[in-house]
Structure formats: C-alpha cells, structure tokens
C-alpha cells in the first residue's frame, strides 16, 4: 500500500497520553512545549518522548520546544483521531453497553452507529442513543450503511461465527473483546482486547509482589 | 518474596484462555487434552502451548496428554483465579458500572465490593448490587474492611491525587483504566488498561492495511 508508514505499537500506545497532556498545556495558553515537559507530566523518560514525536515529523526549536498546534495535529494524523469510522456493536450487554456510552471514543475516530444482540428484550431499544438491531439484519445494515469497523462484545463461543459474517460483508476490522483468537481472511485487521489476561496479570502481580510490568 | 516465581507476561496472558478450552472440554465429558488439542481450538502454535503449559508443572503422558483437572488446577494456582481479592472500584460511571457489572471477574478472584464517586447523585445508590459511597469515606472504608485492591475508572486529572491516597491506606495494588502512569510508592502494584491506545493501535493498523498486530 502507498505511503505505508511504520510506527512501533509502544510508540502508538503512548501518543494518546502526550496529546493529553499537551492539550491540556494548550488549554492554559501555551503554545510550546518540549519534550522533557511532556516527559515530566507523565513521569516517562524523556529520550523516549522525543524518539516517539519524532514519528510526526515536526521538529522542534532548541530552547523552544515544539508548537504546540503543529505537535497536535501530528499526533492526531498518525493515531487517525482526525478520522470518522462508523462503527457498529455487537453485543449489547454490559462492555458493549459501557463502550457506547463513552464519549471519547467519538471524538478518537471511533463512532458507533448502532449495536446488534440476539437477545428479543433489547432488540428495538436504544442504549446511549444507539437502537439496538436483531443479529439477523447484520449483513443488510452494514452493506446499506458502508460500514468497515465493527467491536466485538460476544461471548467467546459465538465469536468466530460472527467474525466469519463481518468478513463476508465487507467490514475490514474487528476491535475484539471476546475472548478468542478470531480467524479472519487477510489483509482484515483484528485488535484483541482481553480484560481478563489483563486481570491475570494483575493478580500474578499481586500474588508474587512484582511491581514491574 | 518466599517462593515467588516468574512467568512472562505473555504466557500469563495465554493462560486464561487455555482455562476457558480445556474448561469447555472438560464439560464435554473428556478427562485428558493435549497441547495440540489446545492450540488447534485457539488457532495457536502448539509448541507454545506446551512450553506455556510446561510452567504449571503438570506433566502431560505421550499419546494420552494432560489430565485435565490436573491442569485446571494448575493454571488456576498460577493466574490467581482461586483467591478472593475483595476490590473497591474508584468511578462509577459507564466503564467502572460495566466492570461491576461482568460476572467473570468474581469468578477470576476479583471480587467488588463497593464504589465511590464523588458524584452526589450517585452517593448511596447501588450499582450491580454494589453501594456507591463518597469518595471522601474511601480511607475509612478500605481500612475498616481490609481492602488491598482498586479498580480505578476516573478521569486522568483526578487519578494521581486518587493514587496517593490509596498509598497511604493500605492498598497494594491498583488496576489502572485511567490514562495516567500512577506514581506509586515501592512494591506498589499498578497494572495498566488503557482502551484509548488499543484504540490508537486499531486506528493506525486499519489505516495502514497492517494486519499483523
């Protein structure tokens, strides 16, 4: 693909956490901002700050820092925050539910249009502003709608059926919180978001007393 | 730490969901598995699975495999799932009701049992048959029930402050949704979720065609 551009998923993760905090500088007047301020905000190395806003291609001033407009609208070209993807949820229970009803998803590119569940008693309701569609109108909602992103809020043995339905109707990603490793055709992206590895983490952590991640 | 072991994070990752198939199997009536059963119902590499397998010291037999409520045991022993860690959740909005609100955590060790929120509108409500307190009785409360754990939801502005007071209170570990790095005293564990960079991640591999994650 044309322009292909690799940036290191670390580099990715941290992005968001520096257009935080620079916003945040922004909102309180200042228009420049150094690495090391960054750095110092997030208790993060600042060597590692400047080598991740290097990605953006904005250069900063020696004494200076970097402007800060120039630095957002870097960020916010690599991560797709400028981005509008209708989204649809499947699986309107309680993640789904709470998903939807985050607002900072939509203002990161991120917007869900509608959720599907096989569940009669939700079908016909709307949860925060979404209506909730029978599974069965899948395929015919995201054909008529151009839909291409679709988060994934299913029980793990239903997971695999569904991803096969989204693949054959066009959708190019699954954002996955299932708990399964979905088979997908290539070139389809799937991003897996598993809260209960992260528990498990978090409890041998606990358990062993090791305060690195 | 007396008998603490260490486990790469990856392989604790995997873990639970080797538990939900050998789990699933077990409930189909079969008493032994094998690594290659294991990695052909996730789509994994079997060598992994037996090296993973190998770290809870359950020895499988040529031709037969694992006995499979030997390796239940096993797996559970290591990720924790047999413990009972009674958690505070700090931010009862959409994300932190919908933690609440997921059976699978009390199964996995977690085990909420109250909320705070500086919201007056939410004080004294329950919320998944959790009440929601001040978040001025957050000392008192962990104190007098013996609390070591947090789940925390809240904003980033407020999740330093938030931190030191858990500190001070006896919490020894905190599991993170808010978009801050916590600075925590020494043997202080902070696990890290952070759903807007798994965001950032999906973005930019749907932008780029990158299907590999």
């Known amino acids: 693909m044309d ?13 968001p956490l520096y ?16 690495a ?5 905000a997030l208790n993060f ?9 290097a990605y953006t291609q904005v250069t900063g001033k020696p004494r200076v820092g970097y402007q800060i407009q120039e630095l957002i609208n870097g960020i916010r070209a690599i991560i797709g925050w400028d981005r509008n993807a209708p989204a649809v949820l499947i ?33 016909g ?37 569904v991803a096969d339905r989204l693949a054959k109707c066009g959708i190019r990603g699954i954002w996955n919180f299932s708990q399964l490793k979905l088979k997908v055709p290539a070139g389809m992206v799937v991003q897996n978001e598993n809260l209960v590895s992260g528990l498990a983490v978090f409890m041998v952590r606990l358990a062993t007393g090791c305060s690195e991640e």
Chains 1, 2 share one sequence.
Do not use: C
């Not at 322009?3 to 992005?15: D, E, M, N, S």
């Open 45 to 53: 190395d600042s060597i590692k700050v400047r080598k991740d806003l």
């Open 19 to 34: 257009l935080r905090v620079i916003r945040e500088m922004a909102e309180k007047g200042r228009t420049a901002v150094s």
């Open 91 to 123: 699986g309107a229970g309680n993640l789904g539910s709470a998903l939807m009803g985050f607002p900072g998803f939509a203002k990161r590119g991120l917007n869900f249009v509608a959720a599907f569940d096989n569940n009669p008693a939700k079908v």
């Open 125 to 161: 309701q709307e949860i925060h502003g979404r209506k909730v569609y029978a599974l069965t109108d899948l395929e015919r909602y995201i054909e008529d709608n151009h839909i291409e992103v679709a988060v994934l809020t299913i029980p793990a043995f239903a997971a695999q059926e």
């Open 36 to 40: 090391t301020d960054i750095a110092n």
């Open 3 to 15: 322009g292909v551009k690799k940036y290191p998923v670390p580099t990715i993760r941290r992005l």
